[in-house]
Each structure stands twice: as structure tokens, then as C-alpha cells.
């Protein structure tokens, strides 16, 4: 082939292939639109932030923000954790199945959750001590869920009171997550005040008959209020902020209950009830006159057995991996719950939830909601409230792409053709 043919035009000067490979300095005008400077953010919180493009991201942010002992309480679980990795690989393997060519130009992520309309698929879901994490605790994240119609569930566990949650969120839907304490009358009283307080409805959580092994928390002398030890003063220095937080703003106790200095596998196993049966559900309802919600079921049979007593929906969930380890994963149960008692009852799931794809993904093999817990609390660690935001947008975000590269248009199009287990 004659050299001429091999000529090519670039920036104006044909060049040939022969000198292409020859160096020159390249003059200030090819050089100046490549240079574009980021916008200086002088918050480092909103610096920190705007460097986490994954909930992943927010929880390395996490790590490094508060002491140990905090942290590993939010990422840890049971005994050898297996329940959790094993959660979390579930959805890491999912395979999905995409449909081209379908105007996805914008979605819907809207549905119907006890009746009535929802933003997004997933919730809030309770988490004990929350103002250990930061001090803004569960008003920062009912704020968040205010503001984006998520709604948002405040644990017995809580360390805002019921009262306050209300106050600080009044336009969210809140629910009201309950153990069953020995005292009946406690329980009774909290239900009583969470009514008054506008919460929508009641989530009775059934898988904590006794505390979980949850050897971080035992490792690190987990307690609430935190213990100063040699380790937590050492821990003082590399945390100066949190620490300041923790001093400086209204004592950290639980909102619900009195004062408490010792491990929290002592208090549950002092303070929830071990003997619960079916018939303390006539009980709850006795109580409570909204919507019951169930968390914590882990079989074909007790999800049968919850819809048969009329509950309203049921959360197929094993804590969070926190509990009984080598749990079933709770996305492995979906499909069968859903096909043996749908039609009666709303079945929700929770666990190893990471990503908006996890949520679509959990939606399309028939999940009504999905609970999301360690992951806006990554998002608080990280930032306070703004963390939060943070964690919402992502998970939205996530959830819309992933439904465009679907090739569905609502949440109401998806299906078990778009998603399945490997």
C-alpha cells in the first residue's frame, strides 16, 4: 500500500503514521481545555461525603470516623458471621435479565406498602443506639425519611423517645418497632405512646428470644453507656470528634428505658421475654389498633402460620445475620413465601441489603419492601445526617439505573423474569 494512503489528519496537520511516534511539546492551547479544577469544598464533611459513590464507600468512611467498638456493633453479627456472608454473597451472585429497546427515559419507583402509597420499595429499618453511631441519631435519619417519603421504623432499642422521633419527623411514616419485654405492662406503655404519637404501625421483631453471640461486642466490652477503659482513652485520640460529641450533647441512654452499664446480651437477656408465643399476638392486638407487622420469620411454616393469624405483613429477615448464625438467607425464601401466603399478607425482607440493585433485585422475586439498616447507618457514622442523605441518594440512584438497564419502567413491571438465584 502506497505511504500517502496511510496519511491521517490530526488537529489540523496531516501527519503520517511513520511520525506519529515522535515526540513534541505540546503547546499551551491543546493543553488548557484539558484542565478543569474540581470545585474547592471547604466542609470536610461534605468533602467526605462527596467521595463515597457506594454504600461501600460510606462504610470505609465509616471505619474511620468513630471508635471500634461502635463500628463493629453496626458491620458485625453473630458467632462466625456466616450468616451474613452468606446474605451478602446471595445478592453478589444474582444474576438479573435485561430487555432492550423500551423507552426508560423515566421510571416510577413508587408502589403500595400497608395500603397506601410509597416512594421507593424499601424502609428504614429500626437500629438500636442509634446516637452512638452520632449523635444526631434517629432525628437525623427520620428527617432524611421525611424527606424522600421512605418510611422508617424507630427501635425499642432507640435512643430518642417516641415522642421526639415524632417531633423532629411529623409528615414521615413512622413505625414502631417492639420486643416483648417481661414486663407486659412496659410494653403496653410503649405501644400506648407510639399510638398517640401518630406511628402508622407496630413491627413485633420474634427472633430475639434470647441475645445473639456477637463476639465483637463481647471482644470490644461493647455497654451503653461506653465504658472508659484504658482502650476507650487511648481510643479518645484517634476519634477526638466523636468523642467530643458524645460529651458534649445530652447523655446517651436508652429513650425507653432506665439507665443501663452493662453489656447488651445482659440487658436483652434480663428485659425480653424468652417464653412469647402465638397467643401474646392476641395480646399485641389487644394494643396495638394499626397495622401489626412481624419480623423475623425464617420458614415456609411460620410465615403460613403469621398469615393465618391475619398479620398485616411479615419480614422475612434473620437480624441481620445477628442472631442464629447459619440462618436461612433471607432472599432465598422469598419466592416460596411469597407464592404460599401473598395473597394474604405483604412479605418484606431484609439482610445483606448493599446496593439499590439489591433492592430491585430483591422486588423482582416478589418482596413487597426491603428493609435497609446497616446501610444508612454507615451513612450516619460517616456524616450525620447528611451521611444519610447521602446513603438514600445513593440507593435511589441505584435503584433507577438499575431499572433502566432493565428495561422496566415502574416497580410494578418487575418480575421473576427479571432476576433469579444461581
Same mark, same amino acid.
Given at each position: #500500500?502506497?505511504?500517502?494512503?496511510?496519511?491521517?489528519?490530526?488537529?489540523?496537520?496531516?501527519?503520517?503514521?511513520?511520525?506519529?511516534?515522535?515526540?513534541?511539546?505540546?503547546?499551551?492551547?491543546?493543553?488548557?481545555?484539558?484542565?478543569?479544577?474540581?470545585?474547592?469544598?471547604?466542609?470536610?464533611?461534605?468533602?467526605?461525603?462527596?467521595?463515597?459513590? +457506594?454504600?461501600?464507600?460510606?462504610?470505609?468512611?465509616?471505619?474511620?470516623?468513630?471508635?471500634?467498638?461502635?463500628?463493629?456493633?453496626?458491620?458485625?453479627?453473630?458467632?462466625?458471621?456466616?450468616?451474613l456472608r452468606r446474605a451478602r454473597r446471595m445478592f453478589q451472585t444474582l444474576?438479573?435479565?435485561?430487555?432492550?429497546?423500551?423507552?426508560?427515559?423515566?421510571?416510577? +419507583?413508587?408502589?403500595?406498602?400497608?395500603?397506601?402509597?410509597?416512594?421507593?420499595?424499601?424502609?428504614?429499618?429500626?437500629?438500636?443506639?442509634?446516637?452512638? #453511631?452520632?449523635?444526631?441519631?434517629?432525628?437525623?435519619?427520620?428527617?432524611?425519611?421525611?424527606?424522600?417519603?421512605?418510611?422508617?421504623?424507630?427501635?425499642?432499642?432507640?435512643?430518642?423517645?417516641?415522642?421526639?422521633?415524632?417531633?423532629?419527623?411529623?409528615?414521615?411514616?413512622?413505625?414502631?418497632?417492639?420486643?416483648?419485654?417481661?414486663?407486659?405492662?412496659?410494653?403496653?406503655?410503649?405501644?400506648?405512646?407510639?399510638?398517640?404519637?401518630?406511628?402508622?404501625?407496630? #413491627?413485633?421483631?420474634?427472633?430475639?428470644?434470647?441475645?445473639?453471640?456477637?463476639?465483637?461486642?463481647?471482644?470490644?466490652?461493647?455497654?451503653?453507656?461506653?465504658?472508659?477503659?484504658?482502650?476507650?482513652?487511648?481510643?479518645?485520640?484517634?476519634?477526638?470528634?466523636?468523642?467530643?460529641?458524645?460529651?458534649? +450533647?445530652?447523655?446517651?441512654?436508652?429513650?425507653?428505658?432506665?439507665?443501663?452499664?452493662?453489656?447488651?446480651?445482659?440487658?436483652?437477656?434480663?428485659?425480653?421475654?424468652?417464653?412469647?408465643?402465638?397467643?401474646?399476638?392476641?395480646?399485641?392486638?389487644?394494643?396495638?389498633?394499626?397495622?401489626?407487622?412481624?419480623?423475623?420469620?425464617?420458614?415456609?411454616?411460620?410465615?403460613?402460620?403469621?398469615?393465618?393469624?391475619?398479620?398485616?405483613?411479615?419480614?422475612?429477615?434473620?437480624?441481620?445475620?445477628?442472631?442464629?448464625?447459619?440462618?436461612?438467607?433471607?432472599?432465598?425464601?422469598?419466592?416460596?413465601?411469597?407464592?404460599?401466603?401473598?395473597?394474604?399478607?405483604?412479605?418484606?425482607?431484609?439482610?445483606?441489603?448493599?446496593?439499590?440493585?439489591?433492592?430491585?433485585?430483591?422486588?423482582?422475586?416478589?418482596?413487597? +419492601?426491603?428493609?435497609?439498616?446497616?446501610?444508612?447507618?454507615?451513612?450516619?457514622?460517616?456524616?450525620?445526617?447528611?451521611?444519610?442523605?447521602?446513603?438514600?441518594?445513593?440507593?435511589?440512584?441505584?435503584?433507577?439505573?438499575?431499572?433502566?438497564?432493565?428495561?422496566?419502567?415502574?416497580?410494578?413491571?418487575?418480575?421473576?423474569?427479571?432476576?433469579?438465584?444461581?
Open positions: #500500500m502506497d505511504r500517502a494512503e496511510t496519511f491521517r489528519r490530526l488537529g489540523g496537520r496531516t501527519v503520517s503514521d511513520e511520525n506519529m511516534s515522535e515526540r513534541q511539546l505540546p503547546k499551551w492551547s491543546e493543553i488548557k481545555p484539558l484542565l478543569r479544577a474540581r470545585p474547592v469544598q471547604l466542609d470536610p464533611t461534605d468533602r467526605r461525603l462527596s467521595r463515597a459513590l +457506594t454504600i461501600a464507600d460510606l462504610r470505609t468512611a465509616a471505619r474511620r470516623r468513630v471508635p471500634r467498638a461502635v463500628f463493629d456493633y453496626t458491620d458485625g453479627a453473630a458467632e462466625g458471621e456466616i450468616s444474576e438479573f435479565s435485561p430487555s432492550a429497546l423500551h423507552d426508560v427515559s423515566a421510571v416510577d +419507583t413508587s408502589g403500595v406498602v400497608l395500603g397506601r402509597a410509597a416512594a421507593v420499595p424499601f424502609a428504614f429499618a429500626p437500629t438500636g443506639f442509634t446516637r452512638l #453511631m452520632h449523635h444526631e441519631g434517629e432525628r437525623a435519619v427520620a428527617r432524611v425519611a421525611e424527606r424522600h417519603g421512605i418510611p422508617y421504623s424507630l427501635s425499642t432499642m432507640g435512643t430518642t423517645s417516641i415522642e421526639d422521633v415524632a417531633a423532629a419527623a411529623p409528615g414521615a411514616r413512622k413505625w414502631f418497632q417492639l420486643y416483648v419485654w417481661r414486663d407486659r405492662g412496659a410494653g403496653a406503655e410503649l405501644m400506648t405512646r407510639a399510638n398517640a404519637s401518630g406511628f402508622e404501625a407496630l #413491627m413485633l421483631t420474634v427472633d430475639v428470644p434470647v441475645a445473639g453471640n456477637r463476639l465483637r461486642d463481647v471482644r470490644n466490652g461493647f455497654s451503653i453507656p461506653p465504658t472508659l477503659t484504658f482502650e476507650t482513652v487511648a481510643d479518645i485520640a484517634s476519634h477526638p470528634a466523636w468523642w467530643a460529641n458524645l460529651l458534649t +450533647t445530652r447523655p446517651l441512654t436508652f429513650a425507653s428505658l432506665s439507665g443501663w452499664d452493662r453489656t447488651i446480651a445482659e440487658l436483652i437477656d434480663e428485659l425480653f421475654d424468652p417464653t412469647m408465643t402465638m397467643a401474646d399476638l392476641e395480646w399485641v392486638r389487644s394494643c396495638w389498633p394499626g397495622p401489626l407487622i412481624i419480623k423475623g420469620i425464617q420458614s415456609v411454616d411460620d410465615a403460613r402460620r403469621m398469615a393465618d393469624a391475619g398479620v398485616d405483613a411479615i419480614v422475612l429477615s434473620n437480624h441481620g445475620g445477628r442472631q442464629l448464625d447459619r440462618a436461612p438467607v433471607p432472599l432465598s425464601l422469598v419466592p416460596e413465601v411469597v407464592d404460599t401466603v401473598g395473597d394474604r399478607t405483604e412479605v418484606w425482607v431484609d439482610t445483606g441489603v448493599m446496593s439499590g440493585a439489591d433492592v430491585v433485585a430483591a422486588v423482582a422475586l416478589g418482596a413487597r +419492601t426491603v428493609l435497609v439498616g446497616r446501610a444508612y447507618l454507615y451513612g450516619l457514622m460517616a456524616g450525620g445526617e447528611r451521611g444519610v442523605e447521602r446513603a438514600a441518594n445513593i440507593l435511589m440512584r441505584e435503584m433507577r439505573r438499575t431499572m433502566q438497564l432493565l428495561g422496566v419502567r415502574s416497580i410494578a413491571e418487575l418480575n421473576r423474569g427479571h432476576a433469579r438465584i444461581r
